[in-house]
């Protein structure tokens, strides 16, 4: 009975381990994917700028039409 309790808990051991390398992987890809979310948000607001810039330059183009 003892060396299945042993068996069992050793088991358990090797399980808790292997979830724990699993959870590193994990915290390492989101890490990763917050740098790359921050990269994008970066472009998108500076995009964002250059459209404005783009429009405020195309309505002071298209008054000087007038």
């Known amino acids: 009975m003892r060396r299945i309790n042993e068996a069992v808990i050793a ?5 808790i381990s292997k979830l724990c390398d699993d959870f590193e992987v994990l915290n390492q890809r989101l890490f990763l994917l917050e740098r790359r979310l921050a990269t994008v948000e970066n472009s998108l607001a500076e ?7 783009l429009d405020l330059a195309f309505s002071d183009f298209n008054a000087d039409d007038r």
């Not at 088991?11 to 399980?15: A, I, Y």
């Open 47 to 53: 995009l964002t700028r250059l459209c404005h810039r």
């Open 11 to 15: 088991d358990h051991g090797r399980r």
